[in-house]
């Protein structure tokens, strides 16, 4: 055969070789692994630190009776226990692969950044709170960018 005829059909069977390792790679981005596993375990860490962090509020509280529960407190507690709900929220939309899961998520972050914000704010001992407030405005910050950017977050939360 001549070379002109050969050709085409060679580069037909290149591109038909391409396709499965395409979408071979496609599939391998989505689901839970990587950047999105870390999310997951380092959501379930914020969990339990949150509810050890209420067990103090409370141990504190009930042990010394003489402190008393003023406002700045019990924002602080409350900020707590809706940060818990968001936690809750926000794993349960991942694992579940909910569509507008990546979009939640993000809002929840924004809120978090919030509620340093606030917590910072009302606290007395500024100095003690600055580095908490600058590591969730940091994180909150690196999980927005990737929730937005991520190929894995598209790959898994669109199909």
Do not use: C, H
């Not at 839970?32 to 997951?40: E, M, N, R, S, T």
């Not at 939640?104 to 972050?109: A, G, K, L, N, W």
């Not at 606290?123 to 190929?151: C, H, Q, R, V």
Request: no cysteine; net charge positive.
């Amino acid at each position: 055969m001549p070379e002109r005829y050969l050709k085409p059909m060679l580069n037909a069977n290149k591109r038909q070789k391409l396709r499965p390792i395409m979408q071979l790679s496609q599939n391998s981005m989505s689901g839970i692994k990587g950047w999105l596993l870390f999310f997951v375990i380092y959501s379930f860490y914020l969990l339990i630190s949150n509810l050890i962090g209420l067990y103090f509020e409370f141990y504190i509280y009930m042990l010394v009776g003489t402190i008393g529960w003023n406002l700045a407190r019990t924002i602080s507690v409350g900020i707590y226990l809706f940060s818990e709900v968001l936690i809750i929220v926000s794993l349960v939309l991942i694992l579940k692969k909910k569509r507008k899961g990546p979009n939640i998520i993000i809002q929840i972050e924004i809120i978090t950044i919030i509620f340093g914000f606030l917590n910072f704010i009302l606290t007395i001992n500024k100095i003690d709170e600055l580095p908490s407030l600058i590591s969730t405005i940091i994180f909150g910050s690196i999980w927005i960018l990737y929730f937005k950017n991520s190929k894995r977050v598209k790959a898994t939360f669109e199909s």
